[in-house]
């Protein structure tokens, strides 16, 4: 059996990453391929509880090294007991949210140094990546504006300000430049249903599948 694609979504608060993840994974199984469809962080009962640390409480809660501690935590959990095994057995995982997010968040945003957090990645994951990551992209404003206005409570990524969400939109930025051979980088602001027909053609170009 080949191995399964991991394909993963990455971008700001209110990007439209949940909203395409499960349009995505609707799409595949149409197609008749298994999917996962999980998020990060979390994704595995383990990494779960983790992350409530994570995303409940003030923003202060954490420093910078302890908060990407967790993260890589809750990303070896979920690695290690859900995406690898469904992979190997060639299902497909499509993932709200990875190792990405950590260089984005805790190193743009949070200004950490990037090569820890990468030894960090070596160290839990080792060396596969994803084979496809999806950058959704547009303006700060508009993504916490959407943000907002989705129903349920504030996360506490959500409650810090518009300068270390723009660190985070730059960065996300810089490392689609540096591996466009890995990333497809999507104009978020266009309508969603121009949004869900551009991820279709991303996946089909680049992966192979025809959608
Ligand atoms: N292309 C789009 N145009 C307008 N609104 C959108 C678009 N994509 C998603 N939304 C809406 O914006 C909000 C945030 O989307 P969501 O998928 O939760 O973003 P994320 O998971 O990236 O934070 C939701 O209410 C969603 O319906
Ligand atoms: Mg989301």
Known sequence: MARGKFITLEGGEGAGKSTQCTALAAV???QGLEVLETREPGGSPGAEEIRELLVHG???RWDAQTEALLVFAARRDHFVTRIEPTLSRGAWVI???FADSTYAYQGYGRELPLEPLRALYRFTIGE???????LFDLPVEIGLAR???RRGAAERFESLTSVFHERVRQGFLAMAAAEPQRFAHIDATQPLEDVTLEVRRSVAARLGVPL
């Open 28 to 30: 595949l199984r149409d």
């Open 58 to 60: 003030s923003a202060g």
């Open 95 to 97: 993932c709200d949210r």
């Open 128 to 134: 596969r990546q994803p084979d496809l990551t999806l």
């Open 147 to 149: 943000a907002a206005g």
